[in-house]
């Protein structure tokens, strides 16, 4: 098939318009002119590409992939290290003081971060499981989050009037409200059994409900606001135009915009809610003993901070390189989603 | 539904042809000159709202009761001040909003009430161009792709498969078939628009509205693309509304202009008549606003009408001739009595009490309204 206009510029029609452009070049083919398949980059590529560059950010992600692997295989190394986060050491314990035999909090071949105070559990293998419910609950939480901000925030900013005022009212309000005071409350009267699930699993649950529930304002308001400016972009008009329905604009036109926003508020999100978690669990109202968790051993090593320090520090640390790695990662998320941003 | 086969030797091969599938149990295609479009008494209120309670404040009366006629085939230019309300009346007709008054016909059929549904057939006949070719292709979609949404969107399977036939598109458009896979951000300006022209003509559609189509691009680029657009006008026997506010693009693509001044026609006429004797003194003050690039042509230009102050707010526009606060002509009837919009001379209609170019038609009344000055041209 031929095209029936092969020079849709060369026509020398005797206009002012034309006249003030005598030696235009033919744009067209300036592009066309190119030999051999052309691949197009798509925006998420652009991205991509910024991102492999930035080695803060990668740097970042390698401790994430890192953190994953560990806590899906938590059982299959401390196995192989031959240790159980649950089983204690009594033998490894001073019985005079209740602190670890040995220098630094007892660390040996055998318990590679020492042992707790007390009962002597495995600090390395407790570390390791505590990575699975930080990093659940990270997750989750994360998903609960934007996914209900995703959805709420949509469709506020798309349909506008009393649905985006009950909408934004409601996120005021949830952003005003003392979530961890309502999480402690809530915790007191809990029943201890939900679900078909008993202990430690019904308070990660809940936690996961709770920190998402209240983090969805976080998104919700952003989507909104990206909604809103997009809703009024040509080329959703240009779907209306041909006879698009709201859901093809909705998911078709909008959602695709709204992904590098949403990519980069879960990041940054993760990590909020990972200290949140162990926020919780070090007040007591995250995840039942003897269920490991980062937050509940810090709350348990305050009473030995100066007998056994490395008891305060080796979760410590753990947090605090999880928080960094998805801060680090979000950052470079962030600019390579973005070229406006600074750096 | 089937294409149309296309390659007629007349055509040759152009995506014009008109589908014979497509209009069957509708109404016959208008013949060339026939009315295509008539919009009567349409009107389009913004209401204002306040408080907490949403209570109706007042309205902008974006178009204010517009009465027109656009003949198959022909190109009908709309001018007018940024706020005129010239896109606003391209938005209704191409139903994008919603009247508040006031009827459209489409080949005879009253479209103003039809919803999303029932529209969406008519949406192959009508399609719109527009003005900002950066925001009018989704960023995150190929060029593939927004041309080929109106074939998926309209459940329409082209002859050859939709990839074909955006390809075909896009070299009609003067764009490279390879351009396919590529996304909006690689394009300049200009090949944005041709993007944009190919996604309004993919359906071949009868009428298409063009709001500001070149105003935003250079102007090297502006000649291409209006030419562009008048190729592909007598290719397919297209029919042009065309928004503009450049009257130099305006005269060179239009067969008959209507001027607008806050929400009304205040003239509607053929471009010849109306280049050569505008009857609306707001006519000629926006003629005599254009710049004439050749020195020795200059002294043709009688006088230099300066228009003083703004558009007044059209929450609250002027009473009798909305235009009578800026006129220089204007008399107490112009205070009054808005003129109704009237055929002065064939081809020519007016809303004016004291047209230029003609009779006055209150020549009693006197008493003068308006701010407005004639600076004659002195050099």
């Not at chain 1, 709350?299 to 998805?326: E, K, Q, R, W």
């Not at chain 2, 014009?16 to 026939?34: Q, Y």
């Not at chain 2, 209120?45 to 309205?59: E, N, V």
Request: aromatic fraction near 6%; charge should be neutral; proline fraction near 7%.
């Amino acid at each position: 098939m031929t095209a029936p206009l092969h020079e849709p510029t060369a026509k020398a029609a005797p206009s002012p318009v034309a006249e003030a452009a005598p030696g235009a070049v033919d744009e067209a083919a300036a592009v066309g002119g190119d030999t051999g398949p052309v691949q197009g980059r798509s925006p998420a590529r652009i991205a991509w590409e910024r991102l492999k560059r930035d080695r803060l950010a990668l740097t970042g992600g390698a401790v994430i992939l890192a953190l994953i692997v560990i806590a899906v295989l938590a059982p299959v190394i401390s196995n192989l290290v031959g240790q159980d986060p649950d089983v204690f050491h009594e033998d490894r314990i001073d019985p005079l003081f209740g602190t670890p035999k040995g220098s630094l909090g007892g660390i040996s071949g055998e318990h590679l971060l020492g042992v707790e105070p007390v009962n002597g559990r495995d600090i390395f293998a407790r570390i390791l499981h505590g990575a699975r419910i930080s990093l659940l609950v990270g997750f989750l939480s994360a998903l609960v989050a934007v996914v209900l901000g995703t959805v709420l925030g949509i469709v506020a900013g798309f349909f506008g009037g009393w649905v985006d005022a009950a909408i934004s009212r409601v996120m005021d309000g949830l952003l005003a409200f003392p979530q961890l005071l309502f999480i402690i409350a809530l915790v007191s009267v809990m029943p201890n059994d939900m679900l078909g699930m008993t202990g430690s699993s019904v308070r990660v649950f809940v936690m996961i409900l709770v920190i998402g529930f209240f983090g969805w304002p976080y998104i919700g308001r952003v989507v909104r606001g990206q909604t809103l400016s997009m809703r009024e972009r040509e080329y959703v008009e240009a779907a209306r135009a041909l006879g698009a329905g709201r859901l093809h604009i909705l998911a078709k036109e909008l959602l695709p915009n709204l992904v590098a926003p949403i990519v980069v508020y879960t990041t940054m999100m993760i990590p909020t809610n990972i200290l949140t978690e162990a926020a919780l669990s070090f007040l007591g109202v995250g995840v039942k003993p003897p269920t490991a968790s980062w937050g509940q051993m810090l709350s348990n090593a305050i009473d030995y901070y100066d007998s056994d320090p490395l008891y305060m520090i080796v979760p410590g640390v753990a947090i605090f390189t999880t928080v960094l790695a998805f801060n680090l990662f979000g950052d470079g998320v962030r600019d390579a989603l973005d070229p406006k941003s600074s750096r | 539904m089937s294409n149309p086969v296309r390659g007629d030797g007349e055509r040759d091969g152009g995506v014009g042809s008109s589908d014979p599938g497509r209009t069957a149990g509708r109404a016959e295609d208008a013949a060339p000159g026939e009315v295509l479009l008539k919009v009567t008494g349409l009107r389009k209120h913004f209401p204002i709202r306040k408080g907490l309670l949403q209570r109706r404040a007042g309205a902008v009366r974006a178009v204010d009761g517009v009465d027109f006629e656009v003949r198959s085939g022909e190109t009908l230019g709309v001018v007018g001040e940024s706020g005129c309300g010239k896109s606003t009346m391209g938005r209704l007709i191409t139903r994008l909003l919603e009247p508040t008054a006031g009827t459209i016909e489409f080949e005879g059929e009253d479209i103003t009430r039809l919803g999303v549904r029932g529209m969406r057939p008519l949406r192959r006949d009508v399609q719109m161009i527009f003005q900002d070719p950066y925001s009018s292709l989704n960023p995150r979609h190929t060029t593939g792709t927004i041309i080929g949404a109106p074939f998926r969107l309209q459940g329409v399977e082209p002859e050859g498969g939709i990839k074909k036939e955006v390809q075909r598109l896009l070299s009609v458009v003067g764009l490279s078939p390879e351009h396919y896979n590529r996304y909006p951000n690689e394009f300049s300006g200009g090949q944005r628009q041709r993007i944009g022209i190919a996604r309004a003509l993919a359906l071949r559609p009868k009428l298409v509205v063009a709001d500001e189509p070149v105003s935003a691009l250079d102007v090297s680029i502006q000649a291409q693309v209006v030419n562009l657009m008048d190729d592909l006008q007598r290719e397919l026997g297209l029919t042009y509304v065309i928004i503009a506010h450049d009257l130099s693009v305006v005269r060179h693509v239009s067969d008959r202009i209507a001027v607008m001044y806050l929400g009304r026609i205040v003239e509607l006429a053929d471009r010849e008549l109306l280049y050569r004797a505008p009857m609306h003194p707001y006519t000629k003050a926006l003629m005599s606003a254009v710049p004439i690039p050749d020195p020795r042509r200059r002294k043709d230009r009688s006088e230099r009408v300066r228009l003083e102050g703004d558009v007044p707010s059209p929450i609250a526009p002027p009473s009798g001739c909305r235009f009578h606060t800026r006129c220089w002509k204007a008399t107490t009837v112009c205070t009054t009595a808005e003129p109704p919009l009237e055929e002065l001379r064939p081809g020519q209609q007016v809303a004016c009490h004291h047209p230029e170019n003609a009779v006055d038609r209150a020549p009693r009344d006197s008493g003068v309204a308006g701010t407005a000055q004639v600076v004659p041209t002195r050099r």
